[in-house]
């Protein structure tokens, strides 16, 4: 191996523990929080395309899990916000940390890709740009996603809360 070679080595490494850190400290968060609002949940993390991913998930169907996701996932999105406020207390580095419950973001994730393929076919087969519905930054990174796979580009337009994404011909 060359020098490069084991610097990069060791900067992955030092990357994973860094995220698996923020992981220990969001679960400890997200423990603490559950027992203040009496509901039960498992947590489960791991590392996502260079972030801490956690998740809450529950076996006693995810009813009570439902009332931390919220209507359209507002509750779930202050909740990252908190979680990664929390690690940012602990390691003093902003954290990029995604929180999943009850399976909500990775159910989102999966019609978000559908609607992006869609407005990439519908923007093959017209020629013609197609504006999206506005969308929380989450959102429109999975439209973005699909849309590349697709092989066309798109953009992001507006300003927030009401940011959209635009699919572009190629």
Partial sequence: MTEGTTSAAAEGADTLTRLEQ??????????????????????????????????????AGSRDLQKLVGRDGEVLEALQELTRLAVHRETGDRSRLMLDIAGYRAQKRAELS?????????????????????????????????????????????????????VLPA
């Fill in 114 to 166: 559908e609607l992006g393929a869609k407005a990439a076919a519908e923007v093959k087969s017209t020629g013609e740009p197609v504006k999206l519905k506005p969308m929380t930054p989450f959102e429109r990174k999975v439209v973005h996603d699909a849309v590349k796979s697709a092989g066309l580009r798109s953009e992001s337009e507006g300003e927030e809360p009401q940011r959209f994404v635009v």
């Fill in 22 to 59: 923020e992981g220990e400290i969001a679960a400890d968060y997200l423990e603490g929080l559950l027992d203040i609002a009496d509901l039960d949940g498992d947590i489960d993390m791991d590392v996502e395309a260079d972030r801490a991913a956690v998740s809450i998930i529950s076996d």
